[in-house]
């Protein structure tokens, strides 16, 4: 991944301490966070992808991550399904012991 060594200067230069490091991007930004996780997951100690998606196959490299996904069901560009699959697809992984005691719920933007 060609922009991974600048991540991790920036997160030197800055002093990110390790296994401190939170990942959030919003649309293309919400892909390139579940992308980042599933290739780096010993990089992060959360991650939060506002209206992405990614793919549902790389859920198992990322299942260690804890994960706070945000998506409103009115997003015309992407579609909210692209969140619930992951969502999904983490929770097969992980139980539904270890989610909160609410249920996922998917508000209207």
């Known amino acids: 991944m060609k922009f991974l060594p600048l991540?991790?200067?920036s997160a030197m230069c800055l002093?990110?301490?390790p296994l401190?490091?939170?990942l959030t991007g919003y649309?293309?930004?919400g892909f390139g966070?579940?992308?980042l996780v599933?290739?780096?997951?010993?990089l992060f100690a959360a991650a939060v992808p506002v209206a992405g998606g990614g793919n549902p196959a790389t859920a198992g490299e990322m299942k260690r991550?804890?994960?706070w996904v945000f998506h409103g069901d009115a997003d015309t560009v992407v579609g909210v399904e692209q969140s619930r699959k992951m969502v999904e697809a983490l929770i097969v992984l992980i139980g539904k012991d270890h989610l909160p005691d609410r249920k996922p719920r998917w508000p209207t933007s």
């Open 20 to 22: 401190h490091a939170r």
């Open 38 to 42: 599933a290739r780096e997951p010993k």
């Open 7 to 9: 991540l991790l200067v």
């Open 15 to 17: 002093w990110v301490a």
């Open 27 to 29: 649309s293309m930004g």
């Open 33 to 35: 966070t579940f992308d």
């Open 65 to 67: 991550v804890p994960f």
